[in-house]
């Protein structure tokens, strides 16, 4: 059983930067692969960042590769997307998710175990 809240989210202007985080509850934190979705106003939800449970490996969608950086603190329960360069195409609702199988939060995400309610980011221009 693991809930998960985000926070962090905000207004930022474009070039600026935001850490959202993630906070997680239950004591099997340290074996879910954690990730980050988002949504922008009119599209379907995408693939940001994941994790592995260990932290050893990441992943990052092409968009926001080398801008953004998501880490974990499993002694905090705690996963973080830290957004750097922010864009204005970077504005969406940024959703925390977990599952034990890496493989399903990367390539299923809709089969996810489970799902924070999102942080809105905006960027301005």
């Known amino acids: 059983q693991v809930q998960l809240v985000e926070s962090g989210g905000g207004l930022v202007q474009a070039g600026g930067s935001l850490r959202l985080s993630c906070a997680a509850s239950?004591?099997?934190?340290?074996?879910?692969?954690m990730g980050w979705f988002r949504q922008a106003p009119g599209k379907e939800r995408e693939f940001v960042a994941a994790?592995?449970?260990?932290?050893?490996?990441?992943y990052y969608a092409d968009s926001v590769k080398g801008r953004f950086t998501i880490s974990r603190d499993n002694a905090k329960n705690t996963v973080y997307l830290q957004m750097n360069s922010l864009k204005p195409e970077d504005t969406a609702v940024y959703y925390c998710a977990a599952d034990p199988s890496l493989v399903v939060l990367t390539t299923k995400p809709s089969r996810a175990g489970y799902w924070g309610q999102g942080t809105q980011v905006t960027v301005s221009s």
């Open positions: 239950g004591r099997t934190f340290s074996n879910y692969a």
């Open positions: 994790i592995s449970w260990s932290g050893g490996s990441s």
